[in-house]
T-cell receptor, first 118, second 113 residues
Framework: GAVVSQHPSRVICKSGTSVKIECRSL??????MFWYRQFPKQSLMLMAT?????????EQGVEKDKFLINHASLTLSTLTVTSAHPEDSSFYIC??????????????FGDGTRLSIL | SQKIEQNSEALNIQEGKTATLTCNYT??????LQWYRQDPGRGPVFLLL?????KEKRKERLKVTFDTTLKQSLFHITASQPADSATYLC????????????FGSGTRLLVRP
């Protein structure tokens, strides 16, 4: 159980393109999802916390107009990288937390999206 | 500022031995700590969670300790197997109501057959 699906797994596109990444919880509901960015051999850096039905909370230094997050349902959050440039190339990973769970719970991760901007 | 440190050098051990990975933190008093496994090109997979009032937690061949005085967690894999080769990440709660996690940079484990 607790499967998170992330799509697409890989994107290669030209500079200036906007790219949308989907994160779905397949067998549970998630009021909270998280978006991370990971560079090679580095840690996961939290970009934002996505809350169903409300605005996302962005970490310091993350441009909210650059990385648009929508969490329209209890099973889907999307991250749109707007007008992507080569420096946005990275591995983007989402995770979800089971809705209604109290206290400290693990996060369930998708398999990531490798974004390459030419 | 809060800081989480994991040994950046790969840990290379012989199959059958016990692997011990370390996670140290400073300027921090987390309520709980989690360990994840990450394979190349994949998302992390949850392994174990330990709370501040727990000294030790076990799951099959895995054991985690949590010393809030030393500000350190140790992650042990006994009877290691080549399939255990991966990067292991420790993560601490963000100390707010968001349930966000702050991750260490991970330690790569290589188990030789």
């Amino acid at each position: 159980g607790a499967v998170v699906s992330q799509h697409p797994s890989r994107v290669i596109c030209k500079s200036g393109t906007s790219v949308k990444i989907e994160c779905r919880s397949l067998d549970f509901q998630a009021t909270t999802m998280f978006w991370y960015r990971q560079f090679p051999k580095q840690s996961l850096m939290l970009m934002a916390t996505s809350n169903e039905g409300s605005k996302a909370t962005y970490e310091q230094g993350v441009e909210k107009d650059k990385f648009l997050i929508n969490h329209a349902s209890l099973t889907l959050s999307t991250l749109t990288v707007t007008s992507a440039h080569p420096e946005d190339s990275s591995f983007y990973i989402c995770s979800a937390r089971v809705a209604g769970a109290f206290g400290n719970q693990p996060q369930h991760f998708g398999d990531g999206t490798r974004l390459s901007i030419l | 500022s809060q800081k989480i440190e994991q040994n950046s050098e790969a840990l290379n051990i012989q199959e059958g031995k016990t692997a011990t990975l370390t996670c140290n933190y400073t300027n921090y008093s987390p309520a709980y700590l989690q360990w994840y496994r990450q394979d190349p090109g994949r998302g992390p997979v949850f392994l174990l969670l330990i709370r501040e009032n727990e000294k030790e937690k076990r799951k099959e061949r895995l054991k985690v300790t949590f010393d809030t005085t030393l500000k350190q967690s140790l992650f042990h894999i006994t009877a290691s197997q080549p399939a255990d080769s991966a990067t292991y990440l420790c993560a601490l709660d963000g100390m707010d109501s968001s349930y966000k996690l702050i991750f260490g940079s991970g330690t790569r484990l290589l188990v030789r057959p």
